[in-house]
């Protein structure tokens, strides 16, 4: 037995002979193993290694970075299919990650912009009357005695009630942008009270031309990670894998997406607290899928980087992202969130190319060439992610994710990742600073500490 385990070791006996060794003190023999390589995941590693502890990483994919993807299926454009953007650089940890890693960047701005009508008209976008009944719509939930949706709050304000048919299409088109497409989740599922309490760093938002992937892969540096390694059952001290191997563990650190634990993914052998176990159930997955077209050339207008479609149907082909100025390359992404993201997974990918492509000649014109490649994403038919990232749904909050966040079974189980995050929820940033946290309370000196 090495150094450390017998440190760890005395550590747990806390006075008692060996003889008396309690389940918790068991759990300190091993490494502390942490389920799922995603930025979570890695960012405990990262800092447990750093910091001279034995720590190794399970991870059930075959490669690392989990809802972090960048592929490489068009070699010379390397094309994030999960997280894209450092969203606020000011202050925010993946800046300082990404400078460490040596991985550049470019800003897009959302003031570089183009709004559609329905035929491909341009339009002024104006926000303020969508912006002030919304706010009304909280102002009036705020004054209720139980949480609604943000859909419900609406529709109970008689100003949506008066609104015009083209005036709803407007305002429903600044929702969908502004709450959907950046919470994953829909109007009728987004907390009227803590739908939008989550955090941001300021400063412009970041892109990587060259792969999200740089800043996984400068964090994974020298980690032991094991990669095809799905664990089917977590108990103290101890993990089981899909193959029936098992690993002792000092303290396990779960970082797998809210997704894949809300559908039993894992099994636990001694039953969760009541309070993180009804933070699972009311916590709900968000959805936002990417649509990545290439063209043989730009044909469109090269000195935006957003284009938005008030096309017939709200939510549908109707946020854009070019790449034409940031990084001077022909590729357009299209964004769908929440349910109309649900109901284009059960597109083939001729079918959903060939409504993106509908979308764009109505957009720009009937001569708009098809895109000579594209690549899709389907992150609620992802096995290992079953959706995008969390949002508060009705009825959560901060506290909610507080109660899924921090030490279960006396310090043997700890849980991180972006839907532990009550402040940054939903992004990467969360999930880095989350792990963060966790492996702050592991070095603390103590085996288990709690939260």
């Known amino acids: 037995m090495g150094a450390e385990a017998v440190m760890g070791r005395r550590q747990c006996v806390l006075g008692m002979a060996a003889t008396m060794l309690t389940p918790m003190a068991r759990a300190c023999d091993g490494p502390v193993l942490v389920i799922g390589a995603g930025l979570a995941g890695l960012s405990v590693a990262r800092h447990l290694h750093d910091a001279g502890r034995s720590v190794v990483v399970l991870e059930a994919r075959d490669r690392l970075g989990g809802r972090i993807h960048t592929s490489r299926v068009w070699p010379d454009l390397p094309m994030d299919l999960g997280a894209s953007w450092i969203h606020g650089v000011q202050g925010n940890p993946l800046t300082a990650l990404a400078r460490e890693a040596r991985a550049s960047w470019v800003a897009t701005s959302y003031e570089a912009s183009l709004a559609l009508d ?12 969508a912006e002030r009944l919304l706010r009304r719509a909280t102002q009036w939930a705020e004054r209720r005695s139980a949480d609604v949706s943000v859909w419900a709050a609406l529709q109970a304000q008689p100003e949506w009630l008066r609104l015009a048919p083209a005036a709803r299409q407007r305002a429903r088109h600044h929702w969908n942008a502004t709450l959907e497409q950046e919470y994953g989740g829909a109007l009728d599922e987004l907390s009227a009270w803590h739908g939008t309490d989550a955090d941001g760093f300021s400063g412009v938002d970041g892109l990587f031309p060259q792969g999200f992937d ?30 029936g191997s098992s690993l002792n563990a000092r303290a396990v650190v ?14 636990w052998e001694e039953a969760l607290s009541p309070a993180r176990a009804q933070a699972l159930d009311a916590l709900r997955m968000g959805l936002l899928n990417k649509c990545w077209l290439r063209f043989d050339a730009v044909h469109w207008p090269t ?14 082909w109707a946020q854009w992202v070019s790449l034409a100025r940031a990084a001077r390359q022909p590729v357009l992404l299209g964004f769908h969130a929440a349910h109309e993201a649900r109901a284009l997974e059960s597109l083939s990918d001729r079918d959903t190319v060939a ?10 014109g009937t001569r708009f060439p098809a895109p000579v490649a594209a ?23 901060a506290a909610t994710r507080k109660a899924l966040a921090g030490a279960e079974w006396d310090g043997a189980l700890w849980f991180a990742g972006e839907a532990t995050e009550p402040d940054y929820f939903g992004t990467a940033h969360g999930a880095w600073i989350s792990g963060q946290r966790v492996a702050r309370s592991l070095l603390d000196g103590r085996c288990g500490p709690r939260s």
């Open 118 to 129: 329905a035929r491909g008209q341009e339009i002024q976008s104006d926000t303020s009357s």
């Open 214 to 243: 740089a800043l996984i892969q400068h964090a994974a540096r020298g980690l032991d990670v094991r990669l095809s390694s799905p664990v089917r059952s977590v108990a103290p001290g101890r993990v089981v894998l899909a193959n």
């Open 254 to 267: 779960v970082t797998v997406p809210l997704g894949v634990l809300r559908a039993g993914g894992l099994r």
């Open 303 to 316: 000195d935006v980087d957003w284009i938005e479609w008030l096309g017939p149907e709200p939510g549908r």
């Open 355 to 364: 409504s993106a492509h509908d979308a764009l000649r109505a957009m720009f």
């Open 375 to 397: 690549q899709l994403t389907r992150w609620g038919q992802d096995p290992w992610a079953l959706g995008s990232y969390s949002f508060n749904a009705v009825g959560t909050s």
